[in-house]
């Protein structure tokens, strides 16, 4: 079983691509996979509406506060998973892309935001059953949630929220007494890069043998890489982003506008760069992005995305003369991965795992000095650098096999028979 927590979000998160891909991973090793959501919706007894009602967008249109009472009286009442049909009656093609590759589909009416309602009531972690046992659930998110009769292995893919408090909106008090919970209730923790292991080690003082790195994989449709150039330019045409975009003639940053992404020095540097490329920059308003978004809207350079749909976010990353990610911390950094995929160059920082995961294929800066971003940004630009620019696609296609599906997949299996042996 793995949860659908992220996967219900409408345009998703690093969380929900690590969840469909660990879908992906899981049924390439021949597992039967069970999605279970926490949908607020009831189990209704008509099969038809039940299934048309998981699969709307908005199930339940009570107001946040009719919510939040409703929260706190479900948190004292028993409840259960509700199997979903899954029919050829509602269509599934418009969404078939957000949906994990999974068997069956669970759904426990308000699940996550009831975990989160017993977190901050100290209630500890929330025990359920399923309708039919399984061998291993596993939960992509530190949810303080526990299938009885399963193994329980949580995902932890940085702690984030302790190391750097000032980055995050989360409740830390909230945050690391459900980590010190799940430290005391769990069967495993797995992460995703080596970096965050031995954060978890140090901080939460688990045992080394309690933690294991599987690292993380990202699909992209090998349709998605073989448009011709000709279609690639009339993808771009077709964005209307406000400049003239070509292959190789822009540079690129993808992520959402929060402090942890570090875009306001980013964009500082470009500005003190003097480069004469257009900057592309696409990810949603998370939180302080007011300081940022005005130097955006001062430049007459630099464009600004809030969503692309992940064909076009593709051409973007393919078509880059540079891809920008000097995070100041990640537990993994999938644009990176993703660039390298694409055939992108890319810069990111010196620190935390993005170090790990680029290795000697990206072009390494310290994220806290605006020099060396700015410096990057002049060294893609220079003339004649045909040469530096296809060097760094190529290492960064062969860095990106030490993380294909199949290497994961491997990784996983080998950690689930390990925790269902001991």
């Known amino acids: 079983m793995i949860d659908g927590m992220n996967l219900a979000l409408e345009q998703g998160t690093g969380v929900a691509t690590y969840s469909k891909n660990l879908s992906y991973c899981l049924r390439r090793k021949g597992h039967d996979v069970t999605a279970l959501y926490g949908k607020p919706m009831r189990a209704y007894e008509d099969e038809l509406l039940r299934e048309a009602m ?7 249109r009570r107001s946040r506060t009719e919510e939040t009472i409703l929260d706190f009286i479900c948190a004292f009442l028993p409840g259960t998973a509700a199997k979903i049909p899954t029919t050829d009656k509602v269509l599934k093609n418009h969404i078939e892309n957000t ?7 669970l759904n426990f009416n308000r699940l996550f935001k009831i975990s989160e309602m017993r977190t901050w009531m100290h209630r500890g972690v929330m025990n359920i059953k399923l309708p039919e046992p399984v061998d291993i659930a596993h939960w992509t998110y530190p949810l303080p949630i526990r299938i009885e009769g ?63 790195n599987t690292y993380q994989s990202v699909r992209i449709p090998q349709s998605m890489l073989d448009d011709s150039l000709e279609q690639v330019q009339i993808n771009l045409d077709a964005m209307n982003v406000g400049a003239d975009l070509g292959p190789g003639g822009f540079y690129l940053f993808v992520g959402a506008i929060e402090p942890k ?19 592309i920059v696409v990810g949603r308003q998370a939180w302080q992005y007011k300081e940022v978004m005005s130097l955006i809207e ?3 350079d630099i464009f600004y995305l809030d969503y692309l749909p992940f064909n076009q976010l593709v051409t973007l990353i393919r078509t880059a003369r540079g891809v920008f990610f000097p995070s100041l911390y990640e537990g993994f950094g999938l644009p990176v991965l993703e660039a ?13 795992s993005t170090r790990e995961i680029a290795g000697d294929a990206a072009m390494l800066v310290d994220p806290y000095d605006i020099r060396q971003i700015r410096d990057a ?25 030490r993380f294909t ?5 491997n990784n996983l299996d080998a950690m689930y028979q390990r925790v269902l042996a001991g």
Do not use: W
């Open 298 to 300: 001062r430049s007459n």
């Open 54 to 60: 998981f699969f709307d967008i908005y199930p339940d």
């Open 261 to 279: 992404k570090n875009l306001k020095r980013v964009v500082e540097a470009y500005l003190q760069s003097g480069c004469k490329l257009p900057f």
């Open 340 to 352: 390298f995929i694409c055939g992108a160059p890319v810069v990111t920082a010196d620190a935390s």
């Open 99 to 105: 949906l994990p590759d999974v068997d069956k589909y």
């Open 377 to 401: 940004f002049r060294k893609l630009e220079e003339k004649d650098n045909d040469q530096m620019r296809f060097e760094m696609t190529e290492r960064g296609r062969a860095q990106a096999k």
């Open 405 to 409: 599906e199949d290497v994961i997949a």
């Open 150 to 212: 399963a193994k329980n292995i949580y995902t932890l893919h940085d702690l984030v929220p302790l190391k750097l408090p000032y980055t995050t909106m989360d409740s830390k008090s909230a945050y690391y007494r459900t980590l010190q919970n799940l430290a005391k209730t769990a069967d495993h923790f797995v992460t995703v890069s080596e970096t965050s292991k031995n954060d978890i080690i140090e901080i939460l003082g688990a045992d080394e043998s309690f933690v294991t």
